[in-house]
């Protein structure tokens, strides 16, 4: 898997540092002033530093970190050391652009005041205190972060149920089994990424509906769900007769497939949801 994985990982992160690198151009001194950058570094670095420690180990001597009960240890906290870091950094590049709530919290007092007479039920969820508490306090780049992590996860867990439908990673582990112990996970994140995508549409609920990525995106979402749901009762029904096999049913490679495009429609959706109000 290590050797699989990781050199996607550093190809991604080379596409990020181009791509970030264009960012801090275009607004040198919001980036090189902000106390965020500085923190997202401090994770990055030794984020990076990590990962290329384990795969450098693992390329000399291939399963390097399973030979003995220290390293596999060894391995283990290193890889919850990096989580932490990689965390931090996605957090970090959230706080980015609201770093003035971290020195200057705005307080929105609440205004229960009665929410009658609103030409629409999108117009009234935005008005909402809630939703204004929300969209003027830290509580925005706050549940925009955990959003973020959620979908993070959601995708991650996804992305490798759906190297394994395609046979291109994860081949040592029975395809039930990398479901049977991802999927949860997926869900579970799922729901917290619906929770805080909702509390962030309740501050520009009539923008959202309205905003052509966005309707892209929740078009695109209940047709990952049917496609989970698919393989799930149709096609993983005959799991055992493939399970352990590398070359995987062209069902199961469909759906992986579809899948995988699926979800990088719906990242991409979720980011220019943001700009194009």
Known sequence: M???LLPWTFV???VNLVTGSLFVLARPVRYVYNPVVSFKLACLIPAVAMA??????????HGYWERTPVRLGTARAIAVVSLCCWIGVMLAGRWIAYSEYITDPFYFPFAWEELTAYPSI???IQDHPIAQHIGFTWWFPFLESIHVIAIGLVVGSI???DLRLLGLAALRYPASQVTRKLIP???GAFVVAAITGFGLFATRATGYVDNTA???KFLLLPLACLNMAWFQFRTFR???AWDTAADTPMAAKLAGGISLLLWAGIILAGRWTGHLI
């Open 2 to 4: 290590i050797h699989r």
């Open 12 to 14: 991604a992160l080379a």
């Open 52 to 61: 290329f420690a384990i795969w450098w180990m693992n390329r000399r001597e």
């Open 122 to 124: 999108w117009q009234w």
């Open 159 to 161: 992305l490798m149920v």
């Open 185 to 187: 996970w997926t869900w």
């Open 214 to 216: 966005f309707q892209i």
């Open 238 to 240: 005959g799991v055992t």
